[in-house]
């Protein structure tokens, strides 16, 4: 079982047309180079999938947090890093904070088997 995190706003909203129907060959992972952009990331603003991408507020260290990306809901499109905000010129996301990884690969790290479809959580 995955455990699972509070998701807060900012909060990808999805496009209603995306969704799950298999397992993706690849995931995106934040790393922990991730700053959450101060509470806007761009990332969050590509993502088609509804509550896949979401901000985790750093308790410690208040009003600051970090990106996470649900693996059950990511469907390896890897529209998160493959545009910066409009008008601006980047490639993705600026700290290179976001990888995408083989499904297996991360399945095996963490001892866990994705379902195709996503669970209700």
Not at 19 to 43: E, F, H
Not at 56 to 80: A, Y
Not at 86 to 94: E, S, T, Y
């Amino acid at each position: 079982m995955i455990e699972v995190i509070e998701k807060h706003f900012p909060m990808s909203v999805g496009d209603g047309k995306a969704q799950r129907r298999k397992k993706p060959r690849i995931l995106a992972i934040t790393t922990d180079c991730c700053t959450g952009c101060a509470g806007s990331p761009a990332c969050i603003e590509y993502c088609p999938i509804e509550a896949c991408m979401f901000w985790v507020p750093d308790e410690d260290h208040p009003p600051f947090g970090r990106v996470e990306v649900d693996p059950e809901l990511c469907i390896g499109c890897q529209k998160c890093i493959s545009k910066g905000p409009d008008g601006a010129f980047l490639d993705g996301c600026p700290w290179d904070a976001i990888e995408m990884v083989p499904t297996d690969l991360w399945e095996a790290a963490h001892g866990i088997t994705l379902p195709d479809a996503p669970t209700n959580r």
